[in-house]
């Protein structure tokens, strides 16, 4: 079904114009996730005062406004909590799911939350706060409990009824779970009972063989898991092997995309932001940023060091210092490479820790490869560009061997350090992003240069 095109400003005229009816039909016929996109946009927008926002919100029917509650950011919500009545909140919080109801709250400073768990259920505050137990990266902490559980002597026809009964409450109705006193036994699909007789029984038809996850298994292993099995939810149990909820597939994606996320943040030097960029403040940006920016501005000046220690070969052979540039670009190029294939790897679950000489054998081979390729491609540019083009005397055959050579060793260093050090921070149980191309950068400039200033003090007898 093409998505419905809404036009913002058309929206706005008719707030203005206090269009309501009109305004009501046209948001019935919209994705919850497009009305929170406008109401998102409404908020920026010069025309419309914030005050406006919660008539916006009141227009919408019970299950979409519940639905649209869900998809807006932080701040939103939490000024929607403050202008709704007691009333209108527990209207909307009790069509919002439990997992989502925690993820509302997670965000939320500690007087909207109280006022949150006041206007709920006691079943459902109970839910919460028993998901809220679970370590904030758990299985526990991202599933529902909003599941279909099916006794094993129920006939396909009392398991029609009991989803009829109960189904309109769940998160998911396709897959339902077989539980004998809460203990999961076995796994049911709606398909499964539509080619099945009314009379049967659904011990006879379940499948037995079932995937599942603890609840203190890492919410990044829940979502491999259902994407390597293609499930549209998993099961998670506790230590008894008793169910306690589900991970749905919805939940699964929020979380790879928050990893990724994550990790494309520390592999850049950033610490993780909590907010999209855009609703982060000059000095939230600046703090995740600067702490990183002064540790490898610090760790820098080892290559000042090292330069400086080989000054008296650097006048001796100016023509030198022309190519330091492109032996530490091509070093720190190197280890990125190197280092993000393995971060992704270990991400992915490809690569174990006991793969390790696995990985250091098949970079080394590569890190050769490159090396030759890259030493005869600057041999070849260093006398044809520098020297005879450019007519600089200076660069000698001896200094493009010396550079040629470098870039060799460089390249096998680069790739060893790039490949071991996220492997090493696994081992150490830190997070192999943060090993990534600006701190290996920073590690293989220094190592570049001491090869290049040895090699070439042995080769032009500096």
């Known amino acids: 079904m093409p998505e419905k095109e809404f036009n913002l400003t058309e929206i706005i005229e008719m707030i203005h114009n206090k269009q309501l009816k009109k305004l009501r039909e046209l948001l019935d016929t919209l994705n919850p996730a497009d009305i929170a996109e406008i109401m998102e946009s409404l908020v920026d927008d010069e025309e419309i005062t914030y005050e406006q926002i919660p008539m916006f919100f009141r227009l919408l029917p019970k299950d979409l406004a519940a639905d649209t509650f869900v998809e807006l950011n932080s701040d939103l919500q ?28 997670e965000e939320m400073p500690a007087n909207v939350v109280k006022r949150m768990l006041l206007n ?28 279909v559980s099916l006794h094993p002597g129920m006939t396909v026809q009392d398991a029609f009824d009991h989803i009829r009964k109960t189904g309109l409450e769940k998160e998911t109705i396709y897959t339902c779970y077989v539980t004998e006193k809460k203990k999961l036994i076995g796994i049911c699909s709606v398909r499964d009972l539509l080619l099945h007789s009314y009379e049967e029984n659904i011990k006879d038809i379940m499948e037995e063989d079932v995937i599942s996850v603890r609840t203190t298994d890492d919410k990044e292993y829940v979502a ?56 982060s403040s000059t000095w939230e ?88 390729v890259l030493s005869v491609v600057a041999f070849g540019k260093i006398m044809l560009v520098d020297h005879l083009l450019m007519g600089n005397s200076d660069i000698t055959p001896f200094v493009a061997l010396a550079v040629s050579c470098t870039l060799v060793v460089t390249v096998i260093i680069a790739k060893f350090v790039g490949c071991t050090l996220p492997l090493l921070a696994k081992r150490l149980n830190l997070d192999p992003a943060v090993m990534a191309s600006p701190f290996i950068t920073t590690i293989v400039d220094a190592l570049s240069l001491m090869v290049y200033m040895t090699l070439a003090s042995a080769i032009l007898n500096l």
């Not at 709920?120 to 599941?147: C, H």
């Not at 998993?234 to 990893?259: F, Q, S």
């Not at 174990?352 to 098949?362: A, G, N, Q, R």
Request: glycine letters at 4%; aromatic letters at 8%.
């Open 78 to 105: 939490e000024e929607l909590v403050k202008a709704l009545t007691d009333k209108e909140l527990k209207f909307v919080l009790d069509d919002v799911f439990v997992d989502d109801a925690v993820d509302i709250i």
């Open 120 to 147: 709920v259920d006691a079943e459902t505050r109970k839910n919460i706060n028993q998901i809220l137990q679970y370590p904030e990266d758990s299985a526990g902490s991202i599933m529902t409990m909003e599941y």
């Open 224 to 279: 491999q898991q259902l994407a390597k099995y293609d499930f549209t939810a998993l099961p998670v149990v506790d230590k008894g092997d008793l169910l306690v909820g589900i991970v749905t597939v919805d939940d699964a994606l929020d979380v790879l995309t928050e990893e990724a996320t994550e990790d494309i943040e520390k592999m850049a030097a950033i610490t993780p932001s909590e907010h999209p960029y855009l609703r």
């Open 285 to 372: 940006i600046w703090k995740q940023r600067i702490p990183w920016l002064l540790l490898l501005m610090v760790s820098a000046t080892f290559t000042g060091m090292i330069i400086t220690s080989f000054e008296n070969q650097l006048a001796a052979q100016v023509a030198l210092t022309a190519f330091i540039p492109m032996i530490m670009d091509t070093g720190g190029n190197s280890g990125s490479q190197a280092s993000v294939t393995i971060i992704r790897g270990l991400s992915l679950g490809d690569i174990e820790l006991e793969d390790v000489f696995k990985v250091i054998w098949k970079e080394f081979r590569v890190s050769i490869l490159c090396g030759i």
